[in-house]
Structure formats: structure tokens, C-alpha cells
């Protein structure tokens, strides 16, 4: 495998992870939020990826060297039940005192988000690995 191939499947893993980060500090921002534009309580978002396989590579390449890193699919609501909680005093309560509450469970995005920040900080490690390894490579030149 290239070096450089190596360099973009590291840069492909690294947006990933910032989209997954992007995607939990909304749902964080969002946990309490009872009413959105369309009137209804925010739904939980969780961010697809799919492995990337780049065409032209796939036709040059017989040694199954063609995967080029992950690339994201979409961001997708999460189809978990909304919570219902007994508010009587909150503007949003139904006639029976209960507030119909995001699907966001802040402790478990807290998780995620450790889970995306170290996967970030390994693709960070890797690609200063891959730098210093060109640079020792341009000193054996001198």
C-alpha cells in the first residue's frame, strides 16, 4: 500500500470522526429541546458510514489494497421511542401533565463522544507517524 493511500484513509477517518463528533454535540445541544420548527420534540441524529472504495483503484489493484477509508452515508434520526415525562408546570404538557421529551440520553452521547474523540486522536497519531516517517525518508537523501 501507498504511503499516500495510507495518508487518505487516515484523512477519510478523521472527517468521519468529525462528523460523528458534529452529530452528538447536536443531540447534547438538543436533549431538553421539546419543540423544534416543525413543532415536534428533536429526535436523537446518529451519523452512517460506509466503507469507501475508490472505482479506478478497484480496476488496477488485485491485492485487495482498493479500500480507501470510510466515507459518511448520512446522518439519520433515531427511531428509539421519545420519552414521556410528567411536567405539569412546562408550556409543551399535554391535558394529563406530561411533556413528550427528546430520545437523547446525554450520558450515553458523553460515551460516543469519548469513543469518536479517541478514534480522532488515533488517526491524528497515525498521520504524525506517516509525517515523520517521509521526513527521516527525505534525511537518508542528504
Not at 493511500?5 to 445541544?29: K, Q, V
Not at 421539546?34 to 458510514?49: H, I, L, M, N
Request: glycine letters at 6%; proline letters at 4%.
Amino acid at each position: 500500500m501507498s504511503n499516500f493511500r495510507a495518508m487518505r484513509i487516515t484523512a477519510s477517518g478523521l472527517s468521519a470522526e468529525r462528523l460523528r463528533m458534529d452529530t452528538i454535540a447536536s443531540n447534547i445541544t438538543n436533549a431538553r429541546t421539546t419543540r423544534g420548527e416543525d413543532g415536534k420534540p428533536y429526535v436523537r441524529k446518529v451519523a452512517v458510514f460506509q466503507s469507501y472504495i475508490n472505482d479506478q483503484l478497484s480496476k488496477d489493484s488485485n491485492k485487495g489494497e482498493d479500500l480507501m477509508g470510510v466515507k459518511a452515508v448520512g446522518v439519520l434520526e433515531d427511531n428509539s421511542p421519545l420519552r414521556r415525562v410528567y411536567e405539569p408546570s412546562h408550556p409543551d404538557a399535554d391535558e394529563e401533565g406530561y411533556v413528550t421529551m427528546p430520545n437523547v440520553n446525554v450520558l450515553n452521547e458523553f460515551a460516543d463522544m469519548i469513543a469518536a474523540s479517541r478514534s480522532y486522536e488515533a488517526n491524528v497519531d497515525t498521520l504524525n507517524a506517516m509525517k515523520s516517517m517521509y521526513v527521516k525518508a527525505l534525511e537518508i537523501g542528504r
